[in-house]
């Protein structure tokens, strides 16, 4: 079945740019009427929608977010991606990429990547 | 933007006690949403999406209802595997947006 991993630097020096890489495994990213997701958990609290982007590459971000987010995707290497930029201690968080198929929820989930915010 | 809000946000329960979550959202969302269980160190699980249907592999004392702006997460016979935290999820609009949780401990 489908798998999706994260990957990236933990530690992100502020004002530098996050980067993560989520590669799909066990399925193309391309098939189907999927889209996928970035998401974010600080310790000990709730889940952050980041953004999504669909194989076409369309793409919808959370409007607190959308002046420092790109979502991109490379089919041919079966990975997207997540550039965070300018970033400050409060984007210290798990980060978790997440596919999704229209109205039906997230239905596989990366296992989740720590990034640390400091210097 | 479209917002959600949970409660109770904790509820402390015994196992076997039927527990029941409430959702709300700040508009309709028509059957756009999702329900989500989390234990610590964990991803998310999906359990239930398009408001009522069970995703494949969960178990049935899982179920969930509602449309439009309200809705609830009943666990009919709460399990020691189910104390979680649970989140609600709406994707109605081009924005996806999640609820700020309910944990559910243990009495």
């Known amino acids: 079945q489908v798998q999706l991993q994260e990957s990236g630097p933990g530690l992100v020096k502020p004002s530098q740019t996050l980067s993560l890489t989520c590669t799909v495994s066990?399925?193309?990213?391309?098939?189907?009427?999927?889209?996928w997701s970035w998401i974010r958990q600080p310790a000990g609290k709730g889940l952050e929608w980041i953004g999504r982007i669909y194989t076409s590459g369309s793409t919808n971000y959370n409007p607190s977010l959308k002046s420092r987010v790109t979502i991109s995707v490379d089919t041919s290497k079966n990975q997207f991606s997540l550039k965070l930029s300018s970033v400050t201690a409060a984007d210290t968080a798990v980060y978790y990429c997440?596919?999704?198929?229209?109205?039906?929820?997230?239905?596989?989930w990366g296992q989740g990547t720590t990034v640390t915010v400091s210097s | 933007d479209i917002q959600l809000t949970q409660s109770p946000s904790f509820l402390s329960a015994s196992v076997g006690d039927r527990v029941t979550i409430t959702c709300r959202a700040s508009q309709g969302i028509s059957s756009y949403l999702a329900w989500y269980q989390q234990k610590p160190g964990k991803a998310p699980k999906l359990l239930i999406y398009a408001a009522s249907t069970l995703q494949s592999g969960v178990p049935s004392r899982f179920s969930g209802s509602g449309s439009g702006t309200e809705f609830t997460l009943t666990i009919s016979s709460l399990q020691p595997e189910d104390f979680a935290t649970y989140y609600c999820q709406q994707l109605n609009s081009p924005l996806i947006t999640f609820g700020p949780g309910t944990k559910v401990d243990i009495k």
């Open positions: 066990g399925g193309s990213i391309s098939s189907g009427s999927y889209y």
């Open positions: 997440a596919r999704a198929d229209y109205g039906r929820g997230m239905d596989v």
